[in-house]
């Protein structure tokens, strides 16, 4: 497992790649709630541009993370929602998020530290 060019550590990163990645967070953490429609997770997600979240939400469509129901009307119905596996990945998500908002002042003052002994470093 410690080589990075095994297929199990590709597989792994690809996979933490993208269910780590800003917008697939987002997307799983708005779909909690339940099913919404594209306008409304764009809505939700306002710095999300309509390319984005496309290609997330197909993604996480092929992942097998997001379904998606389409009801025959005009204009076409669809909706998104997280299958059993994507709920599946709230919890993890959520413990996540939670520590990043427990840890946010410590994180800024460990960055505010390093930039302050580099900007030293660097006027010496």
Request: charged share 25%; aromatic share 4%; proline share 6%.
């Amino acid at each position: 497992m410690k080589d990075p060019t095994s297929p199990v550590c590709r597989t792994i990163s690809t996979l933490l790649s993208r269910i780590g990645d800003k917008w697939t967070v987002l997307v799983v953490q708005t779909l909690a709630d339940g099913s919404k429609r594209f306008n409304e997770l764009r809505r939700e997600i306002p710095s999300v541009s309509q390319r984005m979240l496309t290609l997330t939400l197909r993604n996480l469509e092929r992942d097998g993370l997001v379904s998606r129901a389409v009801t025959p009307s005009i204009p076409p119905r669809v909706d998104y929602a997280l299958t059993e596996l994507g709920q599946s990945l709230q919890k993890p998500i959520c413990g996540l998020a939670n520590w990043a908002l427990d840890n946010v002042e410590a994180i800024h003052a460990a960055q505010s530290q390093f930039d302050e002994a580099h900007d030293a470093a660097e006027a010496a």
